[in-house]
């Protein structure tokens, strides 16, 4: 039936029966807050280019956690900034690294908080690179071996799940194998299967220092001009034991993380990175946007699109917006 017969302004006269037909919820439970953690006690320091966002000491980390709970919002991914770096990124399979005092703490002292750690070498790279390198060829299997041994160390010092961001691949197999193979096999891995080289990383780069010394990331994260490609590295990470899904950034591929949804059984994740955030924040502040109103709106799209899960650095004032 045509106009005049349906109207569908009907449905939107008043709040309640808006409230009553809307198909997209948003809670806290689907977030996932990102947060930086650095040696040290006592320290908050903010990054500029993230407004709200710190790298915080493990004291600070586990009190700021705490609150993080409170609100509702399910888990915590941590990023670390570590003492020293090296070729090999050493550091970040050191059981007494910074990202593994802190998974101890947060384990010890905040109940119920899932925490998931990003595991990849660029944080602790002295060349900023996501894996070895030779030349300027970032070496994928010898990586890998890496990335399982951080996974390994991030599992024993409690974290709940382990997420892979390198890109390198084969490696969810390689982490699988070394999970199992040490008492592990309930951990389940969140591969962030879908991550393209994108230019609204930029403001993360400051939050985790990590900015590569020389070349860029082209050579292993994805195109941002290919979608069927993004099934493949699914099916692969699938096959190869991932339990949970990543697409990364979540805003500007929308189309991707339908995709994936329509595709795969899978709980599906997306990550509103730093470029998302700040962009919004940057233009709340001038005035230009209407920043409370654009966060839950972007956050709203990203779930119509199909995401289970949401990173977001909004997690916090999101969750306080929708107590
Ligand atoms: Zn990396």
């Known amino acids: 039936m045509a106009f005049p017969v349906t109207r569908l302004r009907r449905l939107r006269m008043n709040p309640t029966v808006r409230d009553m037909v809307r198909e997209t919820e948003l809670s806290p439970r689907r977030f996932i807050y990102p947060m930086f953690v650095c040696p040290g006690s006592g320290v908050k320091k903010e990054i500029g280019s993230m407004p709200g966002n710190y790298q915080w000491s493990v004291d600070g980390l586990v009190e700021e956690a705490r609150s993080v ?5 399910s888990g ?5 900034i570590p003492e020293s770096k090296d070729e090999r990124g050493s550091s970040g399979y050191d059981d007494q690294g910074v990202v593994q005092q802190a998974v101890r703490a947060l384990k010890r002292e905040v109940k119920d908080l899932l ?20 030349g300027e060829e970032v070496l994928n299997d010898p990586t890998v071996g890496l990335l399982a041994k951080m996974a390994l160390s991030h599992a024993r010092a409690g974290a709940d799940i382990v997420a892979p961001s390198d890109m390198m691949d084969g490696r969810v197999a390689a982490i699988r194998s070394i999970l199992d193979g040490n008492g592990f096999a309930n951990i389940p ?18 939050a985790a220092e990590s900015a590569p010394a020389f070349g860029d990331r082209r050579s292993h994260q994805m195109d941002p001009a290919n979608a069927l490609e993004a099934l493949r590295e699914a099916e692969q990470d ?4 991932a339990d949970m899904l990543m697409v990364k950034p979540a805003g ?3 189309d991707v993380i339908r995709m994936l949804r329509d595709r795969f ?59």
């Not at 709970?69 to 919002?73: K, P, T, W």
């Not at 891995?189 to 400051?206: M, Q, T």
């Not at 109103?293 to 990173?311: F, N």
């Open 238 to 241: 699938l096959a190869e034991g």
């Open 189 to 206: 891995i969140l591969s962030y299967a879908v991550k393209y080289a994108s230019g609204y990383y930029g403001p993360f780069r400051e």
């Open 115 to 134: 925490v998931i750690t990003d595991v990849c070498l660029c944080e602790y790279t002295s060349h900023g690179h996501c894996g070895l390198v030779q």
């Open 252 to 254: 500007p591929y929308q």
């Open 76 to 80: 915590i991914i941590l990023f670390g």
């Open 69 to 73: 709970r409170a609100l509702g919002i």
């Open 265 to 323: 059984q899978v709980p599906l994740a997306a990550y509103q990175v730093s470029g998302e955030y700040s962009a919004l924040v940057a233009a709340g502040r001038l005035g230009w946007l209407d920043l409370p109103r654009v966060m839950m709106e972007s956050l709203t799209g990203i779930r119509r699109a199909g995401a289970d899960i949401i990173l977001t650095y909004f997690a916090k004032e999101a969750a306080k917006a929708l107590a």
